[in-house]
């Protein structure tokens, strides 16, 4: 059988996208997720589910007992409170709803569960935060020096700047190549990782692009870019999420308990 695998859908907390599109009302909330990451799950082989926020957590438990594997996917910033900072000049839009369920959810699925778990983007920042890390409000501010990592007017496949591949990591076994190019949409990044993960991918300038779950089987990885916008143009892009899928496969369909020697905490 092919794995179900969900992914986090985007909240809008205002209705421009509803009116936009004009299938909407007068301050109607949206959740909504690009097309991309449903190609790219389906493409590698797997059923993709849309993850809808939801006001209590435990609403889920019934889907996620299900499910074989799940996907963070990307969108607005993570409000700093939840990593002990107050904000700072550059931060941009931040959905509190989205916050609280997601950061609940990251600690679910990391403590509670033991499916395969994928993070892009803000996912990467997501499974920081919610294992103690912290992040960069914003690049351009608080790494002048570095590169620019928000081209947003780009193509989404175009690769703008290369990573380094570290060769012991489950990064390297996927791409078999110690470097890669990658397309950049985000200002805010990985500053301090979270317990449990390693640093994996990094940017000409230091930032972290690609991190996994250490001294574990078990396949929990995330990425800073974004390889669902590039896997239908860029076939050498694909094996993440062939990869990904793959282990999903072998998931069991039941909340399993992480074992004692590999509790992240």
């Known amino acids: 059988m092919k794995p179900l695998i969900g992914i986090c859908a985007n909240y809008l907390s205002n209705d421009a996208a509803g009116m936009a599109a004009g299938i909407g009302a007068k301050n109607q909330e949206w959740q909504m997720l690009a097309d991309?990451?449903?190609?790219?799950?389906?493409?590698?082989?797997?059923?993709?589910?849309i993850l809808p926020i939801t006001e209590d957590i435990e609403t889920l438990t019934p889907l996620l007992q299900k499910l074989d594997g799940i996907l963070f996917s990307g969108g607005s910033d993570i409000d700093p409170n939840y990593y002990g900072e107050y904000p700072k000049f550059g931060i941009g839009f931040i959905e509190p709803k989205?916050?609280?369920h997601e950061i609940k959810l990251a600690q679910k699925v990391l403590f509670e569960m033991n499916v395969p778990v994928l993070g892009i983007c803000r996912g990467m920042q997501l499974l920081t935060v919610a294992t103690g890390g912290t992040l960069y409000q914003d690049l351009q501010n608080q790494k002048p020096a570095g590169i620019n990592h928000s081209v947003p007017k780009a193509l989404r496949h175009h690769a703008f700047h290369p990573v380094a591949i570290e060769k012991d990591s489950l990064l390297y076994e996927i791409y078999e190549t110690t470097e890669?190019?990658?397309?950049?949409?985000?200002?805010?990044?990985?500053?301090?990782?979270?317990?449990?993960?390693?640093?994996?991918?990094?940017?000409?300038?230091?930032?972290?692009?690609?991190?996994?779950?250490?001294?574990?089987?078990?396949?929990?990885?995330a990425v800073q870019w974004h390889p669902e916008?590039?896997?239908?143009?860029v076939s050498t892009i694909r094996p993440l999420f062939n990869a990904f899928v793959e282990k999903c496969k072998l998931a069991s369909h039941n909340l399993t308990l992480v074992s004692s020697d590999e509790t992240i905490a």
């Open 98 to 100: 989205r916050d609280a």
């Open 180 to 221: 890669l190019g990658v397309n950049s949409f985000h200002h805010q990044a990985v500053k301090t990782i979270g317990q449990g993960f390693k640093a994996t991918m990094l940017a000409p300038d230091g930032i972290i692009e690609g991190m996994e779950l250490e001294n574990t089987d078990r396949f929990v990885v």
């Open 36 to 49: 991309d990451y449903i190609v790219a799950i389906e493409r590698a082989g797997g059923v993709p589910v």
């Open 229 to 233: 916008m590039m896997e239908a143009q």
